[in-house]
């Protein structure tokens, strides 16, 4: 059972260049997430996804794009990648309800020189 | 507005001795709460979570945590550390929606 996939794991991007990163749930669920963690500052959120279809912005989701392609995938794009984007980011499911258990996949390592 | 405050950015500990992890949660609704530890390289995993059942949370690897509505905390406890134990853990909030919202974390490390 793979869970939560994304890719790539780890990514250099020039500044201003783009890039998605790519996600993919096998476990039926609904609601998907981007988060992005750096030191100090856990995970904040940068936009989820409840339904196929809709999305929504989080705490962080200024210089970021989501796309809900369907119900097992969930997008992150990078218009025009920065330094302050350098991060880990982490795509996640779950079911609808808020006291159900988060997956989370196993990171994307991304650096902006 | 939801926020969680985990004192302590880092922990150590002794192979053997009490593990504690403060959680100290703000929220206008009964909120559920979650503990989830992140092992090197890795993404975060559940160890437990509180969704308005018992109190007090068991859950992996011997690790259990007590919801306490008067001093709005749900510190995560186990009795005696193992090297393995040696990660990062956040604890997290979420009210009637779907977003959960993360502490800054916790290193805990473990010395033998």
């Known amino acids: 059972n793979a869970g939560v996939t994304q890719t790539p794991k780890f990514q250099v991007l020039k500044t201003g260049q783009s890039m998605t990163l790519q996600c993919a749930q096998d476990?039926?669920?609904?609601?998907m997430y981007w988060y992005r963690q750096d030191p100090g500052m856990g995970l904040r959120l940068i936009y989820y996804?409840?339904?196929?279809?809709?999305?929504d912005k989080g705490e962080v989701p200024n210089g970021y794009n989501v796309s809900r392609l369907n119900k097992r995938e969930f997008s992150l794009r990078l218009e025009s990648a920065a330094p302050s984007q350098t991060s880990v980011y982490f795509c996640?499911?779950?079911?609808?309800?808020?006291?159900?258990?988060?997956?989370f996949g196993e990171g994307s390592w991304l650096t902006v020189v | 507005a939801q926020s969680v405050t985990q004192l302590g950015s880092h922990v150590s500990v002794s192979e053997g001795a009490l593990v504690l992890l403060r959680c100290n949660y703000s929220?206008?609704?009964?909120?559920?709460l979650f503990w989830y530890v992140q092992y090197p390289n890795q993404g975060l995993q559940l160890l437990l979570k509180?969704?308005?059942?018992?109190?007090l949370v068991k859950g992996i690897n011997g690790f259990e945590a007590e919801f306490k509505k008067s001093e709005t905390s749900f510190h995560l406890t186990k009795p005696s550390a193992h090297m393995s134990d040696a990660a990062e853990y956040f604890c997290?909030?979420?009210?009637?929606?779907?977003?959960?919202?993360f502490g800054t974390g916790t290193r805990l490390q473990v010395f033998p």
């Open positions: 997290a909030v979420s009210d009637q929606t779907d977003k959960l919202i």
């Open positions: 476990m039926n669920h609904n609601s």
């Open positions: 509180y969704t308005s059942a018992a109190t």
């Open positions: 929220s206008s609704v009964p909120p559920y």
């Open positions: 996640a499911s779950s079911e609808v309800h808020s006291g159900n258990t988060i997956y």
């Open positions: 996804s409840a339904s196929e279809g809709t999305t």
